[in-house]
């Protein structure tokens, strides 16, 4: 079975300050992650995901397979960054999404 | 592009009735997923659709089916619903093999 666990339902950060949302995951194989977004009044969006490593807004994630972990790091909050994240997981060959109950980030002006 | 439509945006009904809700996916996209959002137990998957075959299915009781039509629209129905079923669902299309799912605003249902 594949789980995710993002154990903090809420972090509040002040502006200026590093975040770091974490996601742990359980999965015999090798699955894809993503971290999806929801900003208020706005549809769920895609972030990012570790096959392209990339940097979206400042923030990054680094799958670490060992820790069967997928945090998600911004080294300087924004007040533009407070939202729902959510982390989600694709096992190979599935067309379905696993996601985690998500984590509230609150940036304190 | 027009982005992925759903509707109606909120519904009420009753205990024991049954509700249809519709998703658009953006032009082109051919797989379409459906998702269940509640306060407990978050984001679940219920199925997802492909060319008109269901190609994956969440762990769902059999009151809920859905299905996709030759351009791609889906929807889904819930029967006989129970106020557990008081939840947001949320579509989801993207192109095929592609990884990144573009949501829909949700349909609002509420089971009384």
């Known amino acids: 079975a594949q789980r995710v666990t993002q154990p903090e339902k809420l972090l509040s950060v002040f502006k200026g300050a590093p975040v770091e949302l974490k996601c742990n995951y359980s999965?015999?194989?090798?699955?894809?992650l993503f971290w999806y977004v929801q900003y208020s009044r706005q549809r769920l969006q895609l972030l990012l995901r570790?096959?392209s490593r990339e940097s979206i807004k400042g923030f990054t994630a680094d799958l670490n397979k060992g820790e069967t972990s997928f945090h998600l790091k911004k080294p300087f909050a924004q007040e533009e960054d407070s939202a729902m994240y959510y982390c989600?997981?694709?096992?190979?060959?599935?067309?379905?999404?696993?996601f985690g109950k998500g984590t509230k980030l609150s940036v304190i002006p | 592009k027009a982005g992925v439509t759903q509707t109606p945006r909120y519904l009420i009904k009753t205990r024991g009735q049954q509700v249809t809700l519709s998703c658009s996916p953006i032009s082109g996209h051919r797989s379409v997923s459906w998702y269940q959002q509640t306060p407990g137990q978050g984001l679940q998957f219920l199925f997802e659709?492909?060319?008109?075959?269901?190609?994956n299915k969440g762990n769902f009781p059999g009151r809920f089916s859905g299905r996709q039509f030759s351009n791609s629209r889906s929807e889904m129905n819930v029967s006989t619903l129970e106020l557990g079923d008081s939840a947001l669902y949320l579509c989801?299309?993207?192109?095929?093999?592609?990884?990144?799912?573009?949501f829909g605003q949700g349909t609002r249902l509420t089971v009384v």
């Open positions: 570790h096959i």
């Open positions: 659709y492909f060319s008109e075959t269901q190609r």
């Open positions: 999965y015999s194989g090798s699955p894809e």
């Open positions: 989801a299309s993207s192109l095929e093999r592609s990884p990144r799912a573009f």
């Open positions: 989600a997981l694709r096992g190979a060959g599935s067309y379905q999404l696993t």
